[in-house]
């Protein structure tokens, strides 16, 4: 069953999927959409407005004098005990420091790898309930891995003996065993734990290879050509390449598809910054350096194609769903991660054959750590007499992971925001990615419980998800989206998540446009645990930067498969103190040690920016929920649009005069060289005029829009006497319409076809680098098509972007 055409609108009758959400939380499936919710609001007041006097009567005669009413309300039958102001003081109030370190405590006390852990799903479940959240598990069939084995070893035979093939191991001597083993440290209760998670890449291959081996640098495309042109040979060899950079599974696909035969993924400590063994810093847990043997796990799914589960792009993988191959979605060769201490002697045997890289461009020389160890950073390959052995053995299963979702119902059914974090980690801890987080949501469903025990109903619905899968390829969260598409396209209003809460004391956040206006006025209600001077908050210490939405976590469906804004936030690592070495405690991603104790220690002890970042998502989310006008802001999306046309304009200019614009590099050492080129770069140029016009007139609606939601807010402010029952409708029918114009503003800028190449993300604005995987794109189809200089493809995006910016501009008339 063929989902193309999910997002039209006319097919969403025809989409069968189980109405979960809809019979057990929120409204059934409508069979129409938006432009019907007003209409039928209004018919429904024209035919009972008798019905709605009396309610509006009772409402004030019955609610006033007990000053229930003193919140002005947009909706007519909406009341709530408590005023916003009351509810921001419970969402400030609530969150504890102590409670967020016991929930961490609990979920980085066991591994919880994707489909492992149902009793975690049924303690978040349990927790949600505890609050007064109705809540249920929902489970989806995924096609995953479970690792069974793995081993890496270096062969060596002497140079006297011929050497006739790798097929038999026998005559060939063990030179270095890897341990492939984080070290069990007596601090780090988790990193002992007899049922631990060994490591490994989630989606890659099995297989068991034995061939000579050569360093790839970051093994980005760029780096691979560096080596076919030095003419080393790939074919059949095992690539070992340094973590960083771009996506991990990018560096696989691209070995695969030089025919080498494996791959071996190593941190080096270069990439570290200056808390480092190599500075004298003390390494983890005696201080905030990396241990050595730390080994950075993660998915090698080829993830800036299409996330989720791979066997079903674009429809939820229900059980009994047809299932697609996986060749293009995932490695047909093994790799294993590893730590520096393993990959030390294979890269020491490697000194004094072939090339340096130092023989090699500047992006060779970076922050070669390792140097002090007595590597070379030679890149082979290595003579016929010294192989490695790379074993992966993966179970592969169609088994269940479960997501759990909360719902704490709205006057409103057709306006809803939902809240995310994953739960799922590589490890038995997690403490930072994503438990961190995982913690926070338990301390928000708590305050918003509070709150609800207090009286308190919100205006919006609101729903609460614990993701799994994430990790593997943002599979709980894909696959929800993709199942629940139709009523998130007619309902959703915005999308909160919250992945890594924290790691350290840096607060950072990506968004759609839509929600900046918001963000800042939020974080300047939070109080700072850092003040260096009293009184100081998040937005006093922050810089103020928003990235752009691309890939890497749970908000990438909504916002680039359904066109829902969404933000993900959260405080980072310490860059430290600059000149003073060792004062950064290094985040061990992904490793045994990004582990309770190593949070209670270097990354946030006290747990206070645990219990900051709760009460930031909370306000946040309320403020979403509540405010009788959505809080988007049109303009400032309208503004991000004209720098992002000037950011591509500065690019083709770049094309057009052979210099690359700032900050293109890490893009072109990503991708393969263009060929020739296509089409007429002048005439592109040229076509921008249309694409600025697009978006003054959009601004120019955006603008009206923006007033008029402003001057709705302070009409709503004011208390309209009862008697004044039709001003109060009336009101309330201008406030309904505003709002559903900023509700489906987003949803303007997706495009059917989805991107060239990978048609699972529709949105025109936004989308993960194709060839980085993390890093956001602006305008990706145009991007692409520019850097391919296939400008001819180029001048069809430009009119897509457009049509999309006209459409978007219309609706808010
Ligand atoms: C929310 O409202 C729907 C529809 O009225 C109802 O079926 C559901 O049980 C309610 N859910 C909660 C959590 O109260
Ligand atoms: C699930 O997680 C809990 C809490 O972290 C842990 O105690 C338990 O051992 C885990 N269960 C499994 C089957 O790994
Ligand atoms: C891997 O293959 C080699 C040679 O083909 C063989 O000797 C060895 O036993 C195999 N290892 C495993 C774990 O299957
Ligand atoms: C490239 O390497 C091959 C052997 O791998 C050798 O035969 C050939 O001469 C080399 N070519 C150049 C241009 O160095
Ligand atoms: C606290 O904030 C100040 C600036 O306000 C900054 O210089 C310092 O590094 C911060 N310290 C921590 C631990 O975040
Ligand atoms: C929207 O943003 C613009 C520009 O940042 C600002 O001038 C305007 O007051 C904002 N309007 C609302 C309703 O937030
Ligand atoms: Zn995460």
């Known amino acids: 069953m063929s989902r193309t055409g999910l997002l039209d609108e006319k097919n969403m009758e025809s989409n069968e999927r189980t109405p979960l959400i809809a019979t057990v939380l929120v409204a059934p499936p409508r069979r129409r959409y938006q432009h019907n919710v007003v209409r039928r609001f209004c018919t429904l007041c024209l035919f009972s407005a008798l019905v709605i006097v009396t309610t509006i009567f009772l409402l004030q005669v019955a609610l006033a004098p007990d000053g229930y009413s003193h919140r002005p309300n947009p909706v007519p039958d909406h009341t709530s005990a408590i005023t916003f102001q009351e509810l921001q003081e419970i969402l400030l109030g609530t969150p504890e420091a102590a409670n967020a370190r016991e929930w961490s405590r609990y979920y980085t006390s066991g591994p919880h790898l994707a489909g492992k852990n149902y009793s975690q799903a049924e303690w978040t479940q349990n927790k949600f309930q505890e609050f007064g959240i109705k809540s249920h598990i929902v489970a989806y069939d995924t096609y995953i891995n479970y690792p069974l084995g793995h081993r890496l070893a270096l062969y060596e035979k002497a140079d006297s003996e011929v050497v006739d093939g790798t097929s038999d191991l026998d005559a060939w001597k063990v030179k270095f065993e890897a341990s492939l083993e984080e070290d069990v440290l007596e601090e780090d209760q988790t990193s002992g734990l007899v049922d631990r998670v060994p490591t490994f890449h989630g989606y890659s291959a099995t297989g068991n290879v034995t061939a000579p081996y050569v360093y790839v640098n970051y093994g980005t495309y760029q780096d691979y050509e560096d080596l076919i042109k030095a003419n080393i040979s790939l074919e059949g060899k095992i690539a070992v390449a340094k973590y960083g950079g771009i996506f991990r599974g990018l560096k696989v696909k691209r070995a695969q598809d030089l025919g080498m035969v494996g791959a071996i993924l190593f941190t080096d400590p270069g990439d570290?910054?200056?808390?480092?063994?190599?500075?004298?810093?003390?390494?983890?847990?005696?201080?905030?350096?990396?241990?050595?043997?730390?080994?950075?796990?993660?998915?090698?799914?080829?993830?800036?194609?299409?996330?989720?589960?791979?066997?079903?792009?674009?429809?939820?993988?229900?059980?009994?769903?047809?299932?697609?191959?996986?060749?293009?979605?995932?490695?047909?060769?093994?790799?294993?991660?590893?730590?520096?201490?393993?990959?030390?002697?294979?890269?020491?045997?490697?000194?004094?054959?072939?090339?340096?890289?130092?023989?090699?461009?500047?992006?060779?020389?970076?922050?070669?750590?390792?140097?002090?160890?007595?590597?070379?950073?030679?890149?082979?390959?290595?003579?016929?007499?010294?192989?490695?052995?790379?074993?992966?053995?993966?179970?592969?299963?169609?088994?269940?992971?479960?997501?759990?979702?909360?719902?704490?119902?709205?006057?409103?059914?057709?306006?809803?925001?939902?809240?995310?974090?994953?739960?799922?980690?590589?490890?038995?801890?997690?403490?930072g990615d994503p438990n961190s987080g995982s913690a926070a949501l338990i301390e928000v469903a708590r305050s918003f419980g509070e709150a609800v025990s207090r009286g308190w109903k919100p205006l919006r619905t609101i729903v609460f998800a614990s993701w799994d899968g994430e990790e593997y390829g943002l599979i709980g969260s894909t696959e929800w989206v993709e199942e629940y598409l139709p009523w998130l396209t007619h309902a959703n209003v915005a999308y909160v998540n919250v992945d890594v809460g924290t790691t350290g004391p840096v607060f950072s956040a990506s968004a759609s446009p839509l929600l900046n206006k918001l963000l800042y006025e939020v974080v300047s209600l939070v109080p700072s645990p850092n003040q260096t001077i009293p009184g100081q908050t998040v937005g006093d210490v922050w810089n103020g930067r928003i990235g752009t939405m691309g890939s890497g976590s749970d908000f990438t469906a909504f916002q680039d498969f359904a066109g829902i804004p969404s933000i993900d936030m959260g405080f980072g690592p310490d860059p430290g103190i600059p000149g003073k070495t060792g004062s950064a405690a290094v985040y061990q991603y992904h490793s045994n040690y990004d582990s309770f104790h190593w949070m209670d220690t270097f990354g946030d002890p006290g747990f206070h920016y645990h219990a900051t970042i709760a009460k930031i998502w909370a306000l946040f989310t309320a403020k979403l929920a509540e405010a009788p006008v959505i809080p988007l802001n049109a303009t400032d999306y309208a503004t991000a649009i004209e720098g992002y046309i000037s950011k591509l304009e500065g690019k083709l200019d770049a094309a057009i005069s052979g210099i690359p614009s700032d900050g293109e590099e890490l893009e072109i050492r990503a991708r393969p060289t263009p060929t020739g080129a296509k089409g007429d770069i002048n005439e592109l140029k040229v076509s921008f005029h249309q694409l600025y016009k697009a978006a003054s007139e959009f601004k120019s609606a955006a603008i009206a829009h923006d007033a008029l939601a402003a001057q709705l807010a302070e009409e709503v402010k004011d208390d309209i006497p009862w008697w004044k029952w039709l001003s109060k409708l009336r009101l309330y029918y201008r406030i309904r319409k505003v709002n559903d114009k900023y509700k489906f503003l987003e949803r303007k800028f997706l495009y059917k076809k989805g991107l060239d190449g990978r048609s699972w993300f529709k949105h025109v604005i936004f989308a993960p680098g194709l060839w980085t995987g993390y890093a956001g794109a602006v305008f990706p189809g145009l991007d692409e098509a520019i850097s391919d200089k296939d400008y001819g493809n180029a001048q069809r995006w430009v009119e897509i972007i457009e049509t999309a910016i006209y459409k978007a501009a219309k609706s808010l008339k």
């Open 272 to 431: 570290d910054g200056d808390s480092t063994e190599e500075n004298g810093v003390a390494v983890y847990p005696d201080g905030p350096a990396r241990n050595p043997t730390s080994v950075q796990r993660g998915s090698t799914q080829f993830l800036s194609f299409a996330p989720g589960d791979p066997t079903t792009p674009g429809y939820p993988s229900k059980p009994g769903v047809p299932r697609q191959p996986v060749d293009n979605a995932i490695p047909s060769i093994p790799s294993i991660p590893i730590s520096y201490v393993d990959a030390i002697p294979i890269l020491t045997a490697l000194n004094g054959h072939g090339p340096s890289a130092k023989d090699f461009n500047e992006y060779w020389q970076n922050n070669l750590g390792l140097e002090y160890k007595g590597v070379n950073y030679n890149i082979g390959p290595s003579p016929d007499n010294l192989v490695l052995n790379l074993v992966n053995e993966q179970e592969y299963v169609t088994t269940p992971l479960w997501d759990v979702i909360g719902v704490i119902n709205g006057t409103l059914f057709d306006e809803v925001i939902v809240i995310g974090n994953h739960r799922d980690a590589w490890i038995a801890g997690g403490a």
